[in-house]
């Protein structure tokens, strides 16, 4: 599997790539950004370097989070590199949201595989993020033999609004199997099945069946999958975010989670003054990153 370099640019010790690949699960050349620390060009790691996959929110391309979230200073600081996917397949022969409305469609794929007619040809965004992307980035830069970075194992998972949600699905519905070795997330739609943005994108993509909704819902995966005993998530949402309480709902992940292995675990710092943006987001940034440094290794 091949990567085209559109780009590369320094930033910060390290450097960003921005990266197309052909993905057979889409169907379609995909974008994605891949920032790599200062540690992966020093050589100075005798471990391969872990990776954060970062799930942007609706309408965004790789580019909103290289540029708007501040990663990069994070990622020098511990060592870890920072993978930004794309949230949809694009191009003129993409189906779309016949409204043109931004929170369907084209740059909002809400990481889920779609079943229904005409969005299944290309939005497989589940398998995609989950599955061969890790896998394609692996191939690609560990192709002589001598893996420097680790986009298969010692990962962790974190998104915003949209992505949170995402990052949230794929951690828990993953959980069983260890891929991601933590879960934080920025404002994120934590209960789709109950709210105007995912009704409108689980109904189109998975269709009228709620068991095919209750899959991917964060609110429904906590009560089905047992903590292994010390994990926590880890979630910021600002007070003046304008979508909080009609899209958003962290409380409704609290409450699922009471009476379950994740009671206790899932801890939601509801921030005063910030909105939605990647003002807030870039302000949390430095405590999300602490937070996975320690699961993956990078910190005590
Ligand atoms: N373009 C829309 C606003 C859409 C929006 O706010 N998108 C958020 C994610 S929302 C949940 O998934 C976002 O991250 N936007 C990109 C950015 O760089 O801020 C409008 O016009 O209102």
Redesign the pocket.
């Known amino acids: 599997m091949s990567f085209k370099v559109n780009g590369e640019v320094g930033a910060c010790g390290g450097k960003l790539l921005k990266l197309s690949h052909h993905s057979n699960v889409v169907n379609n050349s995909m974008d994605v950004n891949v920032y790599l620390p200062q540690q992966y060009y020093k050589n100075s790691n005798d471990k391969p370097i872990p990776v954060i996959y970062f799930l ?5 391309s790789p580019q ?1 989070a290289s540029e ?1 979230a501040f990663w990069q200073l994070q990622a020098d600081k511990y060592g870890f590199a920072v993978v930004y996917p794309d949230t949809s397949p694009r191009g003129d022969h993409i189906p779309d949201d016949p409204e043109k409305y ?1 929170d369907f469609g084209v740059g909002a794929g809400f990481y889920v595989n779609s079943t229904q007619e005409p969005w299944k040809k290309h939005y497989q965004m589940y398998d995609y993020v989950h599955r061969e992307l890790p896998a394609q980035l692996n191939e690609y830069f560990n192709k002589s033999g001598n893996a420097k970075v680790d986009f298969l194992e010692n990962v962790s998972i974190t998104g ?4 949170g949600f995402g990052a949230l699905s794929g951690y828990l519905q993953n959980y069983g199997s260890k891929k991601y070795k933590s879960c934080s997330a920025f404002a994120p ?1 934590v209960n789709p099945s109950k709210v105007p ?1 995912g009704e409108k994108g689980f109904g189109n993509y998975l269709g009228n069946d709620k068991s095919a909704w209750a899959q991917y819902d964060p609110c429904e995966l906590v009560k089905k999958i047992p903590n292994r005993g010390a994990d926590r998530i880890l979630i910021h949402q600002g007070s003046n975010d304008g ?1 909080y309480k009609v ?1 958003l709902k962290p409380e409704n992940l609290v409450e699922a989670s009471k009476g379950t292995s994740w009671e206790g675990k899932i801890d939601v710092h509801i921030v005063d003054g910030f909105d ?3 003002y807030f987001i870039s302000t949390f940034v430095p405590e999300h990153a602490a937070f996975h440094a320690k699961y993956l290794g990078l910190a005590q």
């Open positions: 942007s929110g609706l309408t965004c909103n708007k931004w915003h609004s949209m992505g739609i943005w979508f899209q939605h943006s990647y």
